[in-house]
């Protein structure tokens, strides 16, 4: 018999196991019957978990009452975000963040019609402008950083089948790292793979750890294959290798954290990704060029 | 060249593309023209999947017998678009693409595993 409330905790913690753990108990308790939850013993909410949460909230069927936000929370806009639609309405919201550590947590537009890719693009470019002012990063940095970014929300944009994606960001200036999250509520890898109408077949494909290792290696279900399935593989590199951080990638019951793929134990709908940049010191002969295909 | 069958595209006040779908956007025009311009100046960032998808559309409509012309760009967006160019055709590399199946006996070691991030 579910519950029908739930009250999450968690301390603070930047290791990203602890967030994981929490994410992963997290799993069981959220259900479309939950009623309420209270966030009142959230005491930190990582970028991890708050956009976990986020996009539960707004992409379930039933819409919990939401209980005990604390400053912190509704400073980041939790769990509704913010959408902005125009140059005039990002400058507004985001440039009051431009001291701070964080983000609001953004909800953007999937779509790939009408207006939808214009302003998408809009609202990134000030994100990232933004998150590049909070933690004044240089160019070489800047660009691979944008690179990533990038490549994963394409990748949400061509498969998630969702209208809406989620950016998460914060910088941890004494730790000397930023987490930028990701996350959408769609079909997943294995989703894709298995909705794919087409000429190549993805039979073999029969679950979140195959989706995540086909993806990785880089079997695409878009057109033209042989010249796409960079995104995942590209970014990886470039966090790991490159900046000597840490990628994260999660969906379904599929947890591949680096080259290191495991079975999470519960499903999450979607993907959620964290992609975790030590920027305690600048490398000025960091190339990105350097690290991709 | 017939200036009033050519489309010229500034990217409006975007300063970055970073998607497929951006890209063809901007592509979205009438059967009678026969030139596009494409002006890369305000563009400081084109992703990988963009300039993807820019060299297809230029592929495409070249192939139609429309003249496509880039002007303007970046140092930084001619190393995407060059990227990608010389990265057509060719085989993916498996060093980039390794996987570790990790399993575990029961939920402590996992846990203890990923305590250890």
Known sequence: MYSASFSPQFDWNTQIGNQLLHLKLSLKSLHDGLEVIDFSKMSFTPPLLAIHYASMINESSYIPKISGLNFYLETISFPYCISPRSKSECELLLNSYLDKSYVPIIKFDLSSLADGPRIREMLLSHVFATIRTITNLPTNYFTAISYMVSELIDNMVEHSGQKHGYLAFQYYSENGFMDICLADRGAGLLGSYQNYVGERDFSAITNHLEAVDSAVKGRSTKPIPEDRGYGIATSRRILTQGLGGTFVYLTGNALLINEELSNFGFESRGIIVVVRIPIRQFNKEFNWTDFVE | ?117
């Open chain 2, 1 to 117: 060249m017939d200036m009033r069958n050519t489309k010229f595209i500034d990217f409006k006040e975007l300063d970055s593309i970073k998607s497929r779908s951006a890209i063809r956007s901007f592509f979205e025009f009438s059967a009678d023209i026969d030139a596009v311009v494409v002006d890369f100046a305000k563009i400081t960032f084109l992703s990988r999947t963009a300039a993807h998808e820019m060299l297809v559309l230029q592929n495409n409509l070249s192939s139609q017998g429309m003249d496509i012309s880039f002007l303007n760009v970046s140092a930084s967006v001619n190393a995407m678009l060059e990227l990608v160019k010389n990265s057509l055709g060719k085989e993916k590399k498996v060093g980039f693409r390794f996987v570790k199946l990790l399993t575990f006996e029961d939920d402590k070691k996992y846990e203890d595993y990923l305590l250890q991030l």
